[in-house]
């Protein structure tokens, strides 16, 4: 059975500054990962996926993601934050050939300062 | 917005009561899911429709749950004798097509047992 960690329930970061969020994942085969942002009585939005090939991926706002099979990890990137970037973000796996759900971790939620 | 609406989008009964949610996809996704999010964890996988075939539940879907989904169209889901334990946040997502494609999420149900 797959897993996801997300290491971290609260970040906190000033705007301008590096955002990092961490997700770790447990699966006996290659998986797919994703990355959704909740914002405040909205439903998920996927920023980004990786499912094969490059493992760097870029999604939207600016955020980007490295897959790295040797740390099994998927950590969210951003170079600057945004206070619009102040948000829940979950990390996610899937498998191809197994069930069709997502596994979702517990959530990081992001705090930006002005 | 995603084009994912769930009705009502909050609902309050009184333990033991019997509840129905609803879920209308995106009109061309073949695929849709249940999760059920409580407060500081991930959403959590309850049941996936392919078309109007039920093809996956979870053991968090006890028999006091039921979902349908006539003619691959909408969904609902329902909960018979509702327990304080049921409350929390009901989330749908419908996807066109296999694991690595996006999954759209609705704004979610929100079910308080009193």
């Known amino acids: 059975a797959q897993s996801v960690t997300q290491l971290g329930s609260h970040v906190s970061v000033s705007e301008g500054a590096l955002v990092l969020l961490r997700c770790n994942y447990s699966?006996?085969?290659?998986?797919?990962l994703f990355w959704y942002v909740q914002y405040p009585n909205q439903g998920l939005q996927l920023l980004l996926k990786?499912?094969?090939?490059?493992?760097l991926v870029k999604g939207i706002n600016g955020f980007e993601a490295e897959f790295k099979k040797s740390e099994t990890s998927f950590h969210l990137t951003k170079p600057s934050a945004h206070m619009s970037d102040a948000a829940e973000y979950f990390c996610?796996?899937?498998?191809?050939?197994?069930?069709?759900?997502?596994?979702f971790g517990k959530g990081t939620k992001l705090t930006v300062n002005p | 917005d995603t084009g994912v609406s769930q009705n009502p989008r909050h609902k309050i009964t009184k333990r033991g009561q019997n509840v129905t949610f609803r879920c209308d996809p995106i009109s061309e996704h073949n695929r849709l899911y249940w999760y059920r999010q409580t407060l500081g964890q991930g959403p959590e996988f309850l049941t996936y429709?392919?078309?109007?075939?039920?093809?996956?539940k979870s053991r968090l879907l006890s028999d006091r749950f039921s979902a349908e989904r006539p003619k691959g169209s909408f969904s609902t889901l329902e909960i018979q004798r509702t327990e304080q334990g049921d409350s929390a946040m009901y989330l749908c997502?419908?996807?066109?097509?296999?694991?690595?494609?996006?999954?759209?999420f609705g704004q979610g149900t929100r079910l308080t047992v009193v």
């Open positions: 990786y499912t094969t090939g490059a493992t």
């Open positions: 997502a419908t996807s066109q097509g296999a694991l690595n494609t996006e999954a759209f």
């Open positions: 699966s006996s085969v290659p998986p797919y």
């Open positions: 996610a796996v899937t498998v191809q050939g197994g069930s069709e759900k997502l596994v």
């Open positions: 429709f392919q078309n109007e075939a039920q093809l996956e």
